[in-house]
């Protein structure tokens, strides 16, 4: 019983460490372009209604494993709010906000007043 317990930690840790990082999402603040380094990256993944993700996905072209999530989301932080300024479909594409976010869409993008967390950016 011991070493199948064994082999099967053993399998699970091997697994783990092959995993493919993924690609960040991005923080610009003060105009400086910062990566942001939660994993996994997906501020808007957290609070994207299913439909929306969806739609995201059924229009994409290609797969990768450095990026599950689909797309790679440009976030901006302007007066203490949070902006969504731009979604690429990952591997390449650029999706229109007004898509996918149809009444939420500003001057300043998507202002995100669903989040109300830490972001943590290098």
């Given at each position: 019983?011991?070493?199948?317990?064994?082999?099967?930690?053993?399998?699970?840790?091997?697994?783990?460490?092959?995993?493919?990082?993924?690609?960040?999402?991005?923080?610009?603040?003060?105009?400086?372009?910062?990566?942001?380094?939660?994993?996994?990256?997906?501020?808007?993944?957290?609070?994207?209604?299913?439909?929306?993700?969806?739609?995201?996905?059924?229009?994409?072209?290609?797969?990768?494993?450095?990026?599950?999530?689909?797309?790679?989301?440009?976030?901006?932080?302007?007066?203490?709010?949070?902006?969504?300024?731009?979604?690429?479909?990952?591997?390449?594409?650029?999706?229109?906000?007004?898509?996918?976010?149809?009444?939420?869409?500003?001057?300043?993008?998507?202002?995100?007043?669903?989040?109300?967390?830490?972001?943590?950016?290098c």
């Amino acid at each position: 019983m011991k070493p199948l317990l064994n082999l099967s930690v053993l399998l699970v840790l091997s697994f783990s460490a092959l995993a493919t990082e993924q690609v960040p999402d991005i923080f610009i603040y003060n105009n400086n372009k910062l990566i942001i380094t939660d994993t996994p990256p997906e501020i808007l993944g957290r609070y994207l209604p299913v439909e929306v993700e969806n739609k995201i996905r059924s229009g994409q072209k290609g797969y990768s494993t450095a990026c599950y999530r689909g797309y790679i989301a440009t976030w901006r932080l302007r007066n203490d709010s949070l902006f969504l300024v731009k979604l690429e479909r990952f591997p390449r594409g650029i999706l229109q906000l007004s898509d996918y976010f149809p009444n939420q869409c500003s001057e300043n993008g998507v202002f995100a007043q669903w989040f109300n967390s830490i972001i943590r950016v290098c």
